[in-house]
């Protein structure tokens, strides 16, 4: 059973850098058709895709954020992290890290979730 | 157009059934993944690709698109099946994921 698991600060403060990591269990990180994943949601909203990883070390995010985000393998922890830098009271939000899995002919799902972390940006 | 639209909130009767949809341009190329939230929980995918549910989910819940239209269907709707659900695809380029603004379903 694949688990995922968000640890890192519940606090941050304005301008400084939020930093979370997920932990995965039960499958390997190397592994090729997984997309290694961050997706937020601000308290009462919607979800908003951050951006993922491949095993390969390929990133994209969202444009929305691009300038700010910076997502990183470290294969030997079997973990993913996530840097959203310059944060402001409006990055407030339920963190959630998920392998989204390629099944192929255009079919993609986010198959697994962690439980998700609440990060408060305030001073 | 990298956006999927969802009807804000649906009501369905208990044991009725309901259509969520999810609209995009980017549905033409990729299939939608669609995901339940409870309360204080996280998303789980209920259906995805063509019509494909995870090992234990109910068949209740079903699948189906057309051109740019994806739905998702609950035949014999339950009071737990009350909840939020998004759906989700990568955005035309293929790089970008996606998500519809969610909607809320209400089981009466």
């Known amino acids: 059973q694949v688990q995922l698991q968000e640890s890192g600060p519940g606090l941050v403060k304005p301008s400084q850098t939020l930093s979370l990591t997920c932990t995965v269990s039960?499958?390997?990180?190397?592994?090729?058709?997984?997309?290694w994943t961050w997706i937020r949601q601000h308290p009462g909203k919607g979800l908003e895709w951050i951006g993922y990883?491949?095993?390969?070390?390929?990133?994209y995010s969202n444009p929305s954020l691009k300038s700010r985000v910076t997502i990183s393998l470290d294969t030997s922890q079997n973990q993913f992290s996530l840097k959203l830098s310059s944060v402001t009271p409006a990055d407030t939000a339920a963190y959630y890290c998920a392998r989204e899995y390629y099944y192929g002919s255009g079919s993609f799902a986010i198959d697994y979730w962690g439980q998700g972390t609440l990060v408060t940006v305030s001073s | 157009s990298s956006e999927l639209t969802q009807d804000p909130a649906v009501s369905v009767a208990l044991g009725q059934t309901v259509r969520i949809t999810c609209q995009g341009d980017?549905?033409?190329?990729?299939?939608v993944g669609w995901y339940q939230q409870k309360p204080g929980q996280a998303p789980a995918v209920v259906i995805y690709?063509?019509?494909n549910r995870p090992s234990g989910i109910p068949d209740r819940f079903s699948g189906s698109s057309s051109g740019n239209t994806a739905s998702l269907t609950i035949t014999g709707a339950q009071a737990e099946d009350e909840a939020d659900y998004y759906c989700?695809?990568?955005?035309?380029?293929?790089?970008?994921?996606?998500f519809g603004g969610g909607t809320k379903l209400t089981v009466l």
């Open positions: 989700n695809s990568r955005d035309s380029s293929g790089n970008h994921l996606v």
């Open positions: 990883i491949y095993y390969s070390g390929s990133t």
């Open positions: 980017s549905l033409r190329s990729y299939y």
């Open positions: 690709g063509k019509n």
């Open positions: 039960g499958a390997s990180i190397s592994s090729g058709g997984c997309y």
